[in-house]
């Protein structure tokens, strides 16, 4: 048998973190080496994730997540935990359904193929998302609701689940889908996410950037910080699955928040920085998505539940203020 | 433009079934030609379909569904509907899981490739699954329910309904995805379907012949005729798609049985020649299945009621035991 953790406590196995270059691939990497009970980690994606200090041997690859010659070296026999991040995001897979397809579908059954090779059943750890929820703004989902997406990469994200669950079901792997927030405030630069600008509208200001506001300030929103996020995907890979029976999917404790409540984290001269620029395409697609669930089950399955702006204000400021700013030269 | 039929009427147009072999493709080809309508007519299977009576041209072709050279030749530019019947049924996707993978998830996959190369998009109608819910004896599923499939088959058909409706979103094609119960009396042989029994325990004593029962006499069963499911596939060739938005799943009306009630239609001659044999592997698959759903949606799209068990029975006497008797030698 490979090594399998114990809940809550790392066992010293190798783990791999496909989409590792990411930054929450990043932060969940940088948390692992301060933990240090890991015996190696793998950093996959598509350009080989920087290197990095850890009290571990750390590999950094490069690679494609469906193609399955660079999944075989990126999970090794004995790999207790695969932590799948790798994705092409919702507005990049709405405008390109082939590479959506290929990364977000195609991806997610090599790394089941993969994993089914393996000695023993490794957990998986899968993010999933809000946006893979129909609803929009009025809804407030309960646990047992349906996914009814909008969007290419919520339907890819919805069909990996189901043949995640399977798969688990069938003792090839043991899976966990957290269906992630929007995560804010993410560091570094506007990206091809259709809520790319629920960061940015706090990001830029923060920089002394404007930034423009696609949507009405009465929009709600389901976030979580990076820092949730990271504590999430952790949890997920130590703790005990059993109680989760057939149901792999799980919708972690985040909060709703409206674009007025965000914007009053700034100052007045940080909020004149946002303009208002109505975007009907990004609009579209994150209007669609639900703006707050009920998130019962993943609190009693020990998720943290996320504190509110305050918190999430602060965490950025204190991890990613500053190298955001050295990143990008201001 | 391809020929789109209007709704309720069919247009001169070419229709491809694929699964055309198999006993609904057979008997919705039938009515196909008896409407005297289409211009022309493709059945692809596995094995070549046989060659059938038709006012209009028949192409009975073999091949596998996951091909694409298949699949291309199967169905060519102008084709105005696909009826997508081809699968590898339930005890035999969860005996094999990658046939299963391959016929259920990539074979569908390899039609909406095809479909959207076509000049114009074709409507898709697809056969889902009650197997793709959960819930078991004591449900009874609205409408919303979501799909939580307890077996590989379900899982398939689950997430090729996500990809279809994200794929008639996106414009690729036009698809109504029918989740039908169990459909009985099938006619002919026992077959791999965990779901087999349910017509077995009915049309063995009917040719004279034992049969085992391998679920307790108050199990509930989901259940249709053949006569209901080829005028629900039928229906769904030509209904308005307008009112289904997103939603392409369907739970049409069908009804809930007890093996008792079904049972009760025998005489007690013909139900002495049931042995009760319990299976708990069987019993394991469909007692995952939900025993009833409400329907209500599928009703207002003008998909038709199915009778009591009196019709079920009446439909396969009149259609389906002479020939059944004449396959079968007996």
């Known amino acids: 048998m490979a090594a399998r953790p114990a809940a809550g406590k790392l066992a010293p196995m190798h783990v791999t973190i496909l989409g590792g270059g990411g930054f929450l691939g990043r932060k969940l990497a940088a948390r692992l080496a301060a933990e240090a009970r890991l015996s190696s980690l793998t950093l996959f994606d598509v350009a080989a994730?920087?290197?990095?200090?850890?009290?571990?041997?750390?590999?950094?690859?490069?690679?494609?997540?469906?193609?399955?010659?660079?999944?075989?070296?990126?999970?090794?026999?004995?790999?207790?935990?695969?932590?799948?991040?790798?994705?092409?995001?919702?507005?990049?897979?709405?405008?390109?359904?082939?590479?959506?397809?290929?990364?977000?579908?195609?991806?997610t059954l090599a790394v089941i193929e993969r994993c089914r090779a393996l000695p023993a059943p490794p957990r998986v750890v899968f993010t999933s998302s809000v946006a893979s929820f129909g609803g929009g703004q009025d809804a407030l989902l309960p646990d047992d609701s349906r996914q009814l997406p909008g969007n290419s990469y919520g339907a890819q994200k919805a069909a990996a689940e189901l043949l995640l669950q399977d798969a688990t079901r069938r003792g090839m792997l043991d899976a966990v889908s957290i269906r992630l927030p929007t995560v804010i405030i993410r560091p570094g630069r506007p990206n091809k996410a259709a809520s790319s600008f629920v960061s940015a509208i706090l990001r830029e200001p923060l920089l002394g950037l404007e930034t423009p506001l696609p949507v009405p300030e009465e929009f709600r929103v389901w976030v979580c910080s990076p820092r949730l996020a990271v504590e999430w995907l952790r949890h997920a890979m130590t703790m005990d699955t059993?109680?989760?029976?057939?149901?792999?999917?799980?919708?972690?404790?985040?909060?709703?928040?409206?674009?007025?409540?965000?914007?009053?984290?700034?100052?007045?001269?940080?909020?004149?920085?946002?303009?208002?620029?109505?975007?009907?395409?990004?609009?579209?697609?994150?209007?669609?998505?639900?703006a707050a669930f009920t998130a019962e089950r993943a609190r009693h399955l020990g998720f943290a539940p996320q504190g509110g702006m305050d918190a999430i204000l602060a965490g950025f400021l204190e991890d990613d203020l500053d190298a955001t700013r050295a990143e990008r030269a201001l």
Chains 1, 2 share one sequence.
């Open 49 to 107: 994730p920087p290197a990095m200090e850890a009290p571990f041997p750390v590999r950094c690859l490069a690679g494609d997540v469906s193609d399955p010659a660079a999944l075989a070296a990126a999970i090794p026999d004995g790999t207790g935990v695969v932590v799948h991040l790798a994705a092409v995001v919702s507005a990049a897979a709405e405008a390109d359904y082939d590479l959506g397809q290929r990364v977000n579908l195609h991806g």
């Open 242 to 290: 059993a109680p989760l029976g057939l149901d792999r999917g799980v919708n972690p404790p985040g909060i709703s928040v409206s674009v007025a409540e965000m914007l009053a984290a700034l100052s007045p001269a940080q909020r004149a920085l946002v303009r208002h620029e109505p975007d009907a395409a990004v609009g579209a697609i994150v209007g669609g998505w639900p």
